[in-house]
């Protein structure tokens, strides 16, 4: 229910304090984003303060879809609090990603679209075995916000482009591979996780990382991720800069399910969120984290009064039977990259976003808790990271996954992770060892 508040739980030890953000239906409400980011500031000041929880209650949910509808109804009475709404979560999502005390996010269930903001800026991120992650925006004609531009954007490859731009789900392990969650471990150990959380005497990030690891499943996988070729396909057909490109990308591969089902996807969403989407997660791999927040920001109040929006919420929650949304134009032939430049990216909003500090990032400060990018591995095999100017670039795969091992401590995932990077990206040569193919 709308009415009902996120509920916070306080568990005082001698040195620890922990936040629970149960989630009773709807953890995004415009109260329940003022009631946690006041306890998050006072927390994160309090030397007594040692590890922050979140986590979603009942089945583990984040968000069901109910702040959507609140905000069309205020959005139709041209109630300011739709507006006020964005203001509160986004300040929540630039504190989170800037808390110095240890936050420790919980996906054991399933996150939609904004509440991911919750979840995906800090440096602990969980997957369990029913976690979900999904950003849906594009098919009830909405728009990325929460910071979900800043996040998708420095995914590996076109990972987030694909994710933005079809509202597919990815769904446990897989969320831990493609660089989402931090940590995958089991459901059925979280109890005794957080207790352990919760007993620790120290803040130190990297004594947290130590502990999160000996929870960890570290059971085999058969695939990291996506399926190879897959993988390999959505490279390939989602770097292409619009629409348009990406589309015929699809129809130069060759013919397969997923292609179909891709495709089939791309021309039913919204072709105006779609080509929107696109800009923006092309413009925020350019951005500090504040500036996609102020960008997300001028882009909402531009969506809050397009037809798209609003029969793409009406059509997906409020229809009995649900029914598939009219948009208005139909096609992607019918909106040109100019029309969308002009009408998104142009002009200025009327309000403008303010945050309640000045602290700003381009990069996550605590990726190395995170498996490792294919950014990454690409600096180690081509020598143009800082770390190899003066002993050169690794050029062979055992000593490129050893060194990708010791440098996150033995973290789970990192050989596997390190091992599938080198399969699709290098070509192995009797001469140079192995070398980065940009083009694979």
């Given at each position: 229910?709308?009415?009902?508040?996120t509920?916070?739980?306080?568990?005082?030890?001698?040195?620890?304090?922990?936040?629970?953000?149960?989630d009773?239906?709807?953890?995004?409400?415009?109260?329940?984003?003022?009631?946690?980011?006041?306890?998050?500031?006072?927390?994160?000041?309090?030397?007594?303060?040692?590890?922050?929880?979140?986590?979603?209650?009942?089945?583990?949910?984040?968000?069901?879809?109910?702040?959507?509808?609140?905000?069309?109804?205020?959005?139709?009475?041209?109630?300011?609090?739709?507006?006020?709404?964005?203001?509160?979560?986004?300040?929540?999502?630039?504190?989170?990603?800037t808390?110095?005390?240890?936050?420790?996010a919980?996906?054991?269930?399933?996150?939609?679209?904004?509440?991911?903001?919750?979840?995906?800026?800090?440096?602990?991120?969980?997957?369990?075995?029913?976690?979900?992650?999904?950003?849906p925006?594009?098919?009830?004609?909405?728009?990325?916000n929460?910071?979900?531009?800043?996040?998708?954007?420095?995914?590996?490859?076109?990972?987030?482009?694909?994710?933005?731009?079809?509202?597919?789900?990815?769904?446990g392990?897989?969320?831990?591979?493609t660089?989402?969650a931090?940590?995958?471990?089991?459901?059925?150990?979280?109890?005794?996780?957080?207790?352990?959380?919760?007993?620790?005497?120290?803040?130190?990030?990297?004594?947290?990382?130590?502990?999160?690891?000996?929870?960890?499943?570290?059971?085999?996988?058969?695939?990291?991720?996506?399926?190879?070729?897959?993988?390999?396909?959505?490279?390939?057909?989602f770097?292409?800069?619009?629409?348009?490109?990406?589309?015929?990308?699809?129809?130069?591969?060759?013919?397969?399910?997923?292609?179909?089902?891709?495709?089939?996807?791309?021309?039913?969403?919204?072709?105006?969120s779609?080509?929107?989407?696109?800009?923006?997660?092309r413009?925020?791999?350019?951005?500090?984290?504040?500036?996609?927040?102020?960008?997300?920001?001028?882009?909402?109040?531009?969506?809050?009064?397009?037809?798209?929006?609003?029969?793409?919420?009406?059509?997906?929650?409020?229809?009995?039977?649900?029914?598939?949304p009219?948009?208005?134009?139909?096609?992607?032939?019918?909106?040109s990259?100019?029309?969308?430049?002009?009408?998104?990216?142009t002009?200025?909003?009327?309000?403008?976003?303010?945050?309640?500090?000045?602290?700003?990032?381009r990069?996550?400060?605590?990726?190395?808790?995170?498996?490792?990018?294919?950014?990454?591995?690409?600096?180690?095999?081509?020598g143009?990271?800082?770390?190899?100017?003066?002993?050169?670039?690794?050029?062979?795969?055992?000593?490129?996954?050893?060194?990708f091992?010791?440098?996150?401590?033995?973290?789970?995932?990192?050989?596997?992770?390190?091992?599938?990077i080198?399969?699709?990206?290098?070509?192995?040569t009797e001469?140079?060892?192995?070398v980065?193919?940009?083009?694979?």
């Amino acid at each position: 229910m709308l009415s009902q508040l996120t509920r916070l739980k306080l568990f005082y030890t001698s040195v620890g304090i922990s936040l629970y953000a149960l989630d009773v239906g709807n953890n995004s409400d415009k109260a329940s984003e003022r009631n946690i980011g006041p306890q998050l500031k006072a927390w994160d000041v309090s030397k007594l303060a040692k590890v922050i929880i979140m986590k979603g209650a009942g089945k583990g949910k984040f968000s069901v879809g109910d702040d959507i509808l609140d905000i069309l109804q205020k959005a139709k009475m041209k109630d300011p609090d739709a507006l006020y709404f964005f203001q509160d979560k986004f300040g929540l999502v630039q504190m989170i990603a800037t808390l110095k005390t240890p936050y420790v996010a919980v996906l054991d269930g399933y996150a939609l679209g904004g509440a991911l903001g919750l979840f995906i800026h800090g440096p602990f991120r969980i997957a369990t075995e029913r976690t979900i992650f999904a950003v849906p925006e594009v098919g009830i004609g909405a728009f990325l916000n929460s910071g979900s531009s800043f996040f998708l954007s420095r995914l590996d490859g076109e990972v987030g482009t694909y994710l933005g731009l079809t509202g597919n789900r990815l769904e446990g392990i897989d969320t831990f591979f493609t660089g989402i969650a931090t940590h995958y471990i089991p459901s059925s150990r979280l109890a005794a996780l957080e207790d352990k959380l919760i007993d620790l005497e120290t803040s130190e990030h990297d004594i947290i990382q130590r502990v999160l690891e000996k929870f960890v499943d570290k059971s085999p996988v058969e695939r990291i991720g996506f399926k190879q070729d897959i993988r390999e396909t959505i490279d390939r057909c989602f770097s292409h800069n619009s629409i348009e490109g990406i589309v015929a990308a699809l129809d130069r591969e060759k013919p397969s399910k997923w292609t179909r089902e891709t495709k089939q996807k791309l021309l039913s969403v919204s072709p105006t969120s779609l080509k929107v989407t696109l800009e923006t997660l092309r413009k925020a791999k350019k951005m500090s984290l504040v500036d996609c927040l102020k960008m997300e920001f001028d882009l909402i109040q531009k969506y809050l009064v397009t037809r798209d929006f609003h029969e793409g919420v009406e059509a997906t929650f409020l229809s009995k039977p649900r029914r598939k949304p009219h948009w208005e134009p139909p096609h992607i032939s019918d909106v040109s990259d100019e029309e969308i430049d002009q009408l998104y990216f142009t002009e200025p909003s009327p309000n403008l976003l303010t945050l309640p500090s000045t602290l700003d990032l381009r990069q996550y400060p605590y990726s190395r808790f995170s498996l490792p990018t294919e950014k990454e591995v690409r600096l180690a095999v081509t020598g143009e990271g800082p770390e190899f100017r003066i002993e050169g670039r690794l050029k062979e795969k055992d000593e490129i996954i050893s060194w990708f091992k010791n440098g996150h401590k033995g973290k789970w995932g990192v050989e596997e992770k390190v091992q599938d990077i080198i399969n699709r990206k290098t070509v192995a040569t009797e001469e140079e060892g192995l070398v980065w193919n940009p083009h694979l």
